[in-house]
């Protein structure tokens, strides 16, 4: 049995310091602390990361800053392939210490040279070493590589050397359906164990054709396994889908089976108030990732119209939290204040905000309970150092009021998965997280000489992107 001895608990009417003991993964018991602490602390829910990609590094550091999503991603190509335990261990490394205890990670990209299911369970022990709950949701799609439409239309205007640079990464020939449905089964039976999940991770409905939205419909239903994607995040996403289903996006999906309580939807930004109707009727999550919305310029998503029309919110960080460094704590803020209510018209308070977005998470990731601190919840707890979130100390003041306030991963103390300490006094338990980091940048920057072709071919390529979506679509 494990006890995290003498701390607060946020919004417990009981008031006054706790032990809390951890068995079997799960909390315990919940009783008055044995003896005090000279530092006050907070516990609080684990926070559950329910959209993100495993990212490694930021990609403004490969030059991604200030683009929108669709030059953004292509962007991406300038980013060597890295070694995956170390991508996977810095990136959930980061979110275990910014308290999280459940991420989502949407591969989109793997690491190679092995096939997939061997990265897959390469991603499963770093996330094992680390300690962090992690869903697994491997990238599938069969159309649009480059733009959405035709790739020619955005290439035409290079040289051929520098058009060959840009189809060599992104242009080449896509698993067949069949393939891409078996590999998820390969990848689940050589990765997945009790704190590792996998789940089907069609990238969007302008990458995936019709035919692999039922089929990965008709295999969720079957087999139970929950489904995670994109959806509506740009305004010329919104464009694209209201040519190619005038009927309505959400409206096909409801058509073809996939709308339902096993599928989560990261984004929807550009959502109607009809297909948020459409979503909240069939219990679907909607994933809501405030920063990466503004880092690449999407928009602000209507979640406060979500959240009153009865739709499942939860949260995700999606690589690109507010200073791209994996803040899940000051990311559930910034949601908030978006989302929360103006004036005195609110939508949501904090406290039902934090459990909600926990709670939601935790069941878009597949992670057990509901994130509560009550005995026999999943033992995934959060520490807050209280003392230094109540730096002035001039009167009493509801812990509450200090989170929304001011909290994030610097006050991180503590952090326990299913009842095992991944946190210790602010640093992870089990791995150097600044050794693995510094040994990916230095990685990286031996790898970049491979990229030469692609780095001599962007600034060519880049304005023909931007006038293909503007030609395309108008602008916005």
């Not at 010329?236 to 996939?258: S, T």
């Not at 119209?305 to 739709?311: K, Q």
Request: charged residues 20%.
């Amino acid at each position: 049995m494990t006890i995290l001895a003498s701390v607060e608990i946020l919004g417990r009417d009981f008031k006054g310091p706790c032990d809390i003991a951890f068995a079997d993964g799960k909390i315990a018991s919940i009783t008055p602390a044995a003896s005090p602490s000279k530092k006050r602390l907070l516990a609080m829910p684990g926070l559950a990361n329910a959209h993100d990609h495993a990212r490694p590094l930021s990609p403004t550091s490969f030059g991604g800053a200030g683009k929108p999503l669709e030059s953004w991603l292509l962007r991406l190509g300038a980013m060597p392939a890295g070694d995956p335990y170390l991508c996977a261990a810095a990136s959930l490394g980061r979110a275990a210490q910014s308290g999280c205890a459940s991420v989502m990670a949407h591969v989109t990209r793997l690491q190679g040279p092995m096939a997939a299911p061997e990265e897959a369970a390469i991603v499963a022990k770093a996330a094992a070493d680390i300690g962090v709950r992690t869903t697994f949701a491997l990238f599938m799609r069969d159309r649009n590589p480059l733009v959405y439409g035709d790739s020619d239309a955005a290439l035409g205007g290079l040289p051929a050397d520098d058009r060959h640079e840009i189809e060599k990464v992104f242009c080449n020939p896509m698993a067949p359906l069949k393939a891409q449905m078996e590999m998820i089964d390969a990848v689940a039976e050589a990765a997945e164990n009790p704190l590792f999940s996998v789940q089907y991770g069609p990238n969007g409905v302008q990458w995936c054709s019709d035919a692999m939205l039922e089929a990965i419909a008709e295999a969720s239903e079957r087999t139970g396994r929950r489904v995670h994607m994109h959806l509506l995040e740009t305004p010329y996403q919104r464009f694209w889908a209201d040519r190619a289903y005038p009927q309505g996006v959400v409206r096909r999906l409801k058509e073809i089976g996939l709308l339902s309580p096993r599928l989560a939807l990261a984004h929807c930004v550009h959502a109607t108030p009809e297909d948020l109707e459409l979503i909240a009727e069939a219990g679907a999550t909607i994933v809501t990732n405030a920063s990466s919305n503004l880092h690449l310029r999407s928009g602000v998503a209507p979640i406060s119209v979500a959240i009153r029309r009865g739709c499942r919110v939860a949260m995700g960080v999606d690589g690109s939290a507010l200073d791209e460094d994996d803040d899940t704590i000051r990311e559930m803020r910034l949601a908030h204040f978006l989302h929360g209510g103006w004036g005195f018209d609110s939508v949501i308070e904090r406290q039902p905000f934090l459990d909600m977005v926990v709670a939601n998470g935790r069941y878009a990731n597949g992670a057990p309970g509901g994130g509560a601190i009550e005995v026999g919840e999943a033992g995934d707890v959060l520490v807050l150092d209280l003392d230094a979130l109540d730096r002035d100390a001039i009167t009493p003041v509801d812990p509450l009021d200090f989170v929304f306030a001011r909290a994030n991963q610097s006050h991180v103390v503590h952090t326990f998965v299913a009842g095992r300490q991944v946190v210790a006094d602010g640093r992870l338990v089990g791995i150097d997280l600044d050794a693995a980091q510094n040994e990916l940048r230095a990685l990286y920057r031996s790898r970049m000489p491979q990229k030469a072709g692609f780095l001599r071919a962007w600034p060519k390529f880049e304005p023909g992107v931007a006038a293909f979506y503007r030609d395309t679509f108008g602008c916005c």
